[in-house]
């Protein structure tokens, strides 16, 4: 996956509260054997009929969604299931951050894993992004801080592994390969220790 450490862009905004994950990619989407393609079942039911013809009126129909990187969408995002589906059909999108007052604790672990950004901010700082949609915004995941267009800087918190591997670019199996000779050492270190205390 891509590393992410700082990204600047606009903002779009989703005001609903609650989105859940089979609104994110409904489940009819999900019987795929790969995620190449997923980001265009994104919210498909919010926009398209049951035809397939796009939804007048729909945010994510306009073309600036397609050059908004930066979600904030409404309190409690990303509940329901467990599906990894969601946060890779946000990226195939071209989602590289969601923002919110409160995110879905598996989603916000499935959405660090796959390298969508996570932010969850306090309810005054939310609010006011709320109110930006369209607006510029930079995300500095090395500093743990929203920046505003104006100058505001809201400090997040995040898992320190999950940093670290949203930095590299990594997920929890590229990280734990490039450990592969530390294993090894370790292995072959304690097989030494074990074979000298048996002698």
């Known amino acids: 996956m891509d590393a992410f450490t700082t990204?600047?862009?606009?903002?779009l905004v989703l005001p609903e509260k609650n989105i859940d994950t089979d609104q994110i990619i409904p489940a009819r989407f999900l019987t795929a054997t790969s995620f190449d393609g997923i980001g265009e079942g994104a919210f498909a039911d919010w926009r398209f009929d049951a035809e397939g013809n796009p939804l007048d009126g729909c945010v994510l129909n306009e073309p600036r969604a397609a050059d908004s990187p930066v979600l904030v969408?409404?309190?409690n995002f990303g509940c329901g299931s467990s599906r990894e589906h969601a946060p890779r059909a946000l990226l195939g999108f071209g989602f590289r951050v969601v923002i919110s007052s409160e995110i879905a604790d598996i989603f916000r672990s499935n959405s660090q894993n796959v390298g969508l950004l996570p932010v969850v901010l306090p309810e005054e700082q939310h609010l006011a992004l709320m109110a930006m949609d369209g607006e510029e915004l930079t995300v500095n995941l090395e500093a743990c801080e929203v920046r505003t267009s104006t100058g505001e800087?809201?400090?997040?918190?995040i898992d320190g592994f999950a940093r670290h591997c949203l930095l590299e670019g990594m997920d929890r199996l590229d990280f734990l390969l490039s450990q592969e000779q530390h294993i090894t050492n370790y292995e072959e270190h304690h097989e030494r220790q074990d074979s000298a205390a048996a002698g």
């Open 73 to 75: 969408a409404g309190h």
């Open 7 to 11: 990204l600047t862009g606009r903002v």
């Open 153 to 157: 800087r809201y400090p997040f918190e």
